[in-house]
């Protein structure tokens, strides 16, 4: 009697582990099949952010050719207003020495 129990009992212990070796090959496949998964999707975002960084890189490379046009037009700019400032100048001498030599004739009449 104890000898079929203890078979019984044998029996049931292998049909447990039986299952038990089932339910982690199981759970084996899915650790597998969810890494995958992450590695793709890894994969995928480092395609997207290499894709971000391309469009950035070429923006950065746009606002650097705008800035240098700006400082271009700047320079010509500053040497345009140099130049009316001399012109400027010059002009309100002429006026100063105009009014001077008015202003001694003036005199010279009184």
Known sequence: KEMVRLQH???SLEQALSHSEEVCAMLEDRVR???EEEVQAQHIRAEELKGTLREQ????ADLTV???TIKTDN????EQIQSLTSALQKKNRDIQSIESSQQKR???FE
């Open 9 to 11: 009992s044998h029996s």
């Open 33 to 35: 099949h969810l890494q």
């Open 57 to 60: 890189s070429q923006r950065i």
């Open 66 to 68: 705008n800035l240098r």
């Open 75 to 78: 320079s010509a700019k500053e």
């Open 106 to 108: 003036e005199v010279g």
